[in-house]
């Protein structure tokens, strides 16, 4: 951008022609930011939000640039990433600012940085103390113009420059991973289960669950990290996204297999899943290979009848009411234990070849 535009752009965000200094203290900004629109935005932003004259902001940068500018190797710079040093430089300078005045402000920040830059909903944020409180927040972060509203004011976006120079900062200082984690932690609380009415909040949540999932900074065996994971696989599922799908149950399916092991429900649950999807990519070999190996887990686990332990059942009762309930519930119990008996290839049985001894069945006097 040439100096003249520079200058324009700056008059136009500051509005306030008080606090702008000479001409020359202008142009001393515009060539230490080398012209660069976002780099002069958030400049300008810092000098109306803390009304401060252009020197001022100045001798503020030169300082911080020492400061920021060993996060950038050598190579950094030599391949285009001047960019991103400058804009770095004005947001640390916003950043360090904007933690003094508003906390939860710095805490959506420091969330916005983890997930896809674009198109943040407001709902899936950290929740605040008060509405008031998460409107003052994003507010204080529009005004330093680190994000930009969407028109429905609920939704937002991090210039990219921003959303990476952050990321370093955020990995020198060490903090990056624990980010990282809490921004899986508030994604897990918030990102439904894949039933159909929940359809149009998880394809909102889906970029920003993606950009979190592929990071390896989050260790793979987090349980936050799979449960996360087995949601966005099913929703991905529901979709009908099976290539997308088939990487992230497959993952979960190792993470519980080493973790929970293989007689888990939830690791035999995510071998039928990934069956599936299998299946719906036309990989029917897999697909039964998978069933083949989830129908003998069960087998080993259902035929009870070659058990060499002590197997004893206990209803509470007293009272035909009581009584006519355990029968109930005995008869769904059989019902499943049949129903996955049958799946594995096993003949049914009889609650008297299942149970050495059945208390609380009487229906009283």
Not at 58 to 73: P, R, T
Not at 107 to 128: A, K, R, T
Not at 230 to 242: S, T
């Amino acid at each position: 951008m040439s100096e003249d535009a520079s200058s324009q752009l700056f008059q136009k965000c500051l509005v306030n022609t008080h606090t702008a200094n000479s001409l020359p203290v202008q142009k001393g900004l515009f060539t230490r930011l080398r012209c660069l629109p976002l780099a002069i935005t958030q400049a300008t932003a810092y000098i109306k939000e803390n009304a401060i004259s252009v020197g001022e902001y100045l001798l503020l940068f030169n300082k911080k640039v020492d400061e920021f500018g060993y996060i950038l190797s050598e190579s950094h710079k030599e391949h285009g990433h001047s960019e991103m040093y400058l804009v770095g430089v004005t947001w640390l300078l916003s950043l360090e600012q904007i933690r003094r005045r508003d906390s939860l402000a710095a805490e959506y920040l420091s969330f916005m940085v983890c997930v896809e830059p674009n198109d943040i909903p407001q709902s899936l944020l950290p929740l605040g103390p008060s509405q008031k409180e998460q409107m003052d927040a994003m507010a204080v972060l529009s005004a330093y113009s680190l994000i930009s509203t969407h028109a429905d004011g609920k939704t937002f976006d991090i210039h990219r420059l921003v959303h990476l120079a952050a990321r370093e900062w955020f990995e020198t200082e060490g903090v990056l991973v624990g980010l990282m984690e809490n921004a899986m932690t508030r994604m897990e609380e918030a990102f439904p289960n894949s039933n159909h009415e929940n359809r149009s909040l998880w394809r909102t949540y889906l970029p920003h669950a993606r950009y979190l999932l592929k990071s390896d900074i989050v260790k793979n065996h987090h349980s936050t990290r799979t449960n996360f994971m087995w949601r966005y696989g099913m929703c991905l599922c529901a979709d009908e996204r099976w290539n997308e799908a088939e990487s992230s149950i497959r993952r979960v399916l190792e993470t519980r297999q080493k973790v929970l092991g293989e007689y888990h429900r939830d690791t035999l649950a995510a071998m039928d899943a990934l069956a599936s999807i299998y299946r719906n990519q036309g990989q029917l070999v897999e697909a039964e290979k998978l069933d083949a190996q989830a129908m003998k887990i069960r087998g080993a686990q259902l035929d009870l009848l070659n058990g060499a332990g002590f197997c004893m059942l206990s209803l509470n009762s007293g009272g035909v009411v009581r009584g006519l309930s355990s029968l109930y519930i005995l008869k769904h119990i059989m019902n499943w234990l049949n129903h996955d008996r049958k799946k594995a290839k096993l003949h049914a049985v009889k609650p008297c070849e299942v149970f050495d001894l059945i208390g609380g069945t009487g229906t009283g006097g």
